[in-house]
């Protein structure tokens, strides 16, 4: 069969040859961020996202590499066009991989597969168990090149999103050797566009322009090899970036010009989903120049796009952003209304810090809160957020403080009560209650457990909370109850809804 537009003849291969090279090309081609490219070098094998690769008569190894690759490309374009359950099937198709190279006794490549399942648990919100996915990769990928850099990469990626900057900033520094030695350009953008979004995060309080420089340098550098990668969508996504950096000091019209040049690229290649993140920029950028009406409609359609996507942490950041906008339109109940549903959204997931930055964000733009959510709202950000290393996050939860100290002070339907010794109110008092709320939560997960036989799943769905929630709470909070749950089962060792791989090698005609 040929595929004329990419030039790919397979007439003169074999059967398990041309799987080879479909599985290569298709790779490359989403480094470039062809979608269609990548449909098209795979057709005779996949039809499309969901739908079972044909690999009767393979080898089974070759069967193996189409696995993977397929499962990539599902959760890479399932990603980007929002289509639900894409990662479940692509953990799947992935896991199908590993069984096989951990049967032939291949450690790089399961690890190979171990670090694409993890991004696929990170895409999803999981992000622990995407951290140890990454990190036992790791421990195998030694050899320095691409499949490490990108691993790498990806566990820097994990970390900042769980607002932990400095392990991200540390990834990123120590591994620079690495990541200038490699050869692909879709890779070092990557790394650039990376470093500059952790040094945005770690700016120093009030902002340099020094700080801002080499912030826009990095950007500029990923810019540089997406363009020599071809790759449309994360040249998108840099100048998405580029467009908040400038909204952060406030040169709006330069924001709106970065902002029109990245939707009109994310729109080039029909990426809904990219280009709900940008409209969740646009909608920021409105509302720093004060425009509350633009911004609630740009924000009101990104949510209706992200919530048909299943991509959960990105619904919760444009949530917050509709909450704001509604906020200042003087809108509370609707704008409690998305803050809230920003919270539980992020929290099914385990994005505790996106739970935390919707709660605090809360507390900041609504002052029709009654004592009791204020004070519930601050409780829950100051744990969700006690990790996070960003300055303008600890700054913002000190004024949240002194919020709710004044709320209490003049709410009447709070008794005021004035302790004999001030410390007793600052230590002791809040110190016990906490103690409490963490035993009362340890009882009735251990009730749960206790039910459901250690299972994590069933006890999950019996407290109405997520797998990764649930397990998060108790590594965190419960490690006493470590033992009362089951050993944790590798999803390697899954069944898979996808076809299995032959363990007879065919004979060749």
């Not at 209650?433 to 299972?455: C, F, M, P």
Request: one cysteine or more; charged letters at 25%.
């Amino acid at each position: 069969m040929r595929i004329t537009s990419l030039k790919l003849d397979t007439s003169h291969l074999s059967q398990n040859e041309e799987a080879i090279l479909r599985c290569q090309t298709a790779l490359e081609l989403k480094d470039k961020g062809d979608f269609e490219g990548t449909r098209r070098a795979m057709a005779p094998l996949w039809k499309t996202v969901g739908a079972r690769p044909e690999i009767e008569g393979l080898y089974p190894s070759v069967a193996a590499e189409v696995m993977l690759c397929i499962g990539i490309l599902t959760g890479w374009i399932g990603s980007k066009e929002g289509i639900q359950n894409a990662q479940e099937v692509a953990k799947n198709l992935i896991s199908e991989s590993i069984n096989f190279y951990e049967s032939a006794g291949d450690a790089k490549q399961v690890a190979v597969c171990r670090a694409e399942l993890a991004y696929c648990y990170w895409r999803e919100g999981a992000l622990n168990e995407a951290r140890i996915h990454f990190q036992e990769a790791l421990e195998k990928l030694t050899t320095p090149g691409n499949t490490r850099a990108r691993a790498l990469l990806r566990l820097s990626i994990v970390e900042w999103s769980a607002e932990r900057f400095t392990e991200a900033l540390n990834i990123l520094t120590e591994n620079a050797p690495l990541f200038n030695k490699i050869s692909n350009h879709a890779t070092k953008g990557a790394y650039h566009s990376q470093l500059a979004m952790v040094l945005r995060n770690l700016a120093p309080t009030p902002r340099t322009a020094e700080h801002f420089k080499r912030v826009l340098k990095e950007y500029e550098q990923a810019d540089h090899h997406f363009k020599l990668a071809h790759n449309i969508v994360f040249r998108a996504d840099v100048k998405n970036n580029v467009g908040n950096l400038f909204r952060e000091v406030s040169r709006f019209k330069e924001a709106h010009r970065y902002l029109e040049q990245a939707r009109r690229l994310r729109s080039s290649v029909r990426d809904k989903v990219g280009t709900a993140q940008i409209d969740d920029t646009r909608a920021q950028v409105f509302i720093a120049e004060k425009k509350f009406k633009e911004a609630e409609a740009v924000a009101r359609n990104a949510v209706r796009i992200l919530e048909k996507s299943g991509h959960q942490c990105l619904l919760a950041d444009v949530l917050v952003t509709h909450g704001i906008a509604l906020a200042r339109l003087k809108r509370a109940e609707s704008a409690q209304f998305a803050f809230q549903r920003a919270i539980e959204v992020a929290h099914q997931v385990g994005a505790l810090n996106k739970a935390g930055i919707a709660a605090l964000t809360m507390i900041e733009e609504l002052e029709e809160l009654s004592s009791d959510a204020l004070y519930a709202a601050y409780d829950r950000a100051v744990e969700w957020l006690a990790t996070s290393q960003s300055q303008d996050l600890l700054i913002r939860l000190n004024a949240a403080a002194r919020k709710v100290v004044e709320k209490v002070r003049t709410s009447a339907s709070l008794p005021q009560v004035v302790p004999e010794d001030p410390i007793d109110a600052i230590l002791n008092k809040p110190c016990d209650l906490q103690q409490e709320v963490l035993k009362y939560e340890g009882t009735v997960i251990q009730r749960a457990l206790a039910k459901a036989n250690g299972s994590l799943t069933r006890a999950a769905a019996m407290l109405s909370m997520s797998y990764q929630a649930l397990a998060y709470i108790i590594e965190s909070r419960q490690p006493d109850l470590l033992k009362e749950r089951t050993p944790i089962r590798r999803r390697a060792r899954r069944e898979s809804a996808v076809p299995k791989i032959p363990e007879q090698i065919p004979e060749q005609s």
